[in-house]
């Protein structure tokens, strides 16, 4: 049997050209069906996890090689590459590569916040303030919950702030 070991450069290569090819696999059936991948709101994140102890963390990475795509009149733009514990705001959340809920647990705290401000300031009556309360804020609320995994204790936190307000 011959040496099958493989070097971390040769990996790193090869994961690299595979997600090229996926990236203008996808490109082209988005193109397919009259669409294309905007560069504006195309990032990756290569994530390269590891034990510390007893705890898993995402280690930055250094790869010399990008990602690029490529529009429909031909043009290459290389793509933003993120590390893996920056949190983006996407689809009007917070979202981490680790899965931590904490900056979108703090968006809503203060969003609550500020919205509790200016319905107090217009003087609402209870009637307007209760419809206000269910179509607006509530459902920021509902679409954060259903779409993140906060524990208990940070929905409790939530939840004391927007009950004051």
Excluded at 9 to 15: D, G, N, V
Excluded at 57 to 84: A, F, N, V
Excluded at 135 to 157: D, H, P, R
Aim: proline fraction near 3%; hydrophobic fraction near 30%.
């Amino acid at each position: 049997m011959g040496n099958t070991a493989v070097g971390e450069s040769e990996i790193s290569e090869r994961l690299h050209v595979e997600s090229q090819h996926t990236l203008d696999l996808r490109a082209k059936l988005l193109a397919a069906t009259g669409g294309e991948l905007e560069s504006t709101k195309t990032f990756y994140i290569i994530i390269i996890p590891y034990w510390h102890g007893t705890s898993l963390k995402l280690d930055k990475c250094t790869s010399p090689y990008t990602l690029s795509i490529t529009d429909s009149s031909g043009t290459t733009t290389p793509m933003e590459r993120k590390q893996p514990n920056d949190s983006f705001f996407s689809l009007g959340m917070w979202q981490s590569p680790t899965g931590s809920d904490e900056r979108q647990k703090q968006y809503l705290i203060d969003t609550i916040t500020k919205w509790g401000t200016n319905t107090s300031l217009n003087k609402l009556t209870w009637q307007q303030a209760r419809i206000a309360t269910k179509c607006t804020i509530g459902q920021t609320l509902v679409y954060s919950l259903s779409a993140t995994s906060f524990t208990v204790s940070q929905c409790q936190e939530i939840q004391r702030v927007y009950l004051k307000e």
